[in-house]
Nanobody, 118 residues
Framework: QVQLVESGGGSVQAGGSVRLSCAASTSVYAMGWFRQAPGKEREFVAVITWSTGTTYYADSVKGRFLLSRENAKNTLYLQMNNLKPEDTGVYYC??????????????WGQGTQVTVSS
């Protein structure tokens, strides 16, 4: 069973910064972040393809959020700058793991709360 361990959430004022991290217990094919605000559905934030480093960001976070990784530790970071109250929510790490030929399984972390006050 693959484990994704998140850390780094917290409370910050608008305009501030927070860095989240997600450590996978194994190598991954892709890893990213989703978030869920109270009363809303979970939404995509950003993703990176591990082998190529290709990244994609939701339009709402482009230019403010940045993914980086530490390959040796299978760890992904999400640097969140210029935070806005609408960025508030539980942030979930998500990863695709190639477990066998043509077998890709998706995993979720436990979530970490980010609260941005105005």
């Amino acid at each position: 069973q693959v484990q994704l361990v998140e850390s780094g959430g917290g409370s910050v004022q608008a305009g501030g910064s927070v860095r989240l991290s997600c450590a996978a217990s194994t190598s991954v094919y892709a890893m990213g972040w989703f978030r869920q605000a109270p009363g809303k559905e979970r939404e995509f934030v950003a993703v990176i393809t591990w082998s190529t480093g290709t990244t994609y960001y939701a339009d709402s976070v482009k230019g403010r959020f940045l993914l980086s990784r530490e390959n040796a530790k299978n760890t992904l970071y999400l640097q969140m700058n210029n935070l806005k109250p609408e960025d508030t929510g539980v942030y979930y790490c998500n990863a695709d793991v190639i477990e066998a030929v043509a077998v890709v399984r998706n995993y979720w972390g436990q979530g970490t709360q980010v609260t941005v006050s105005s």
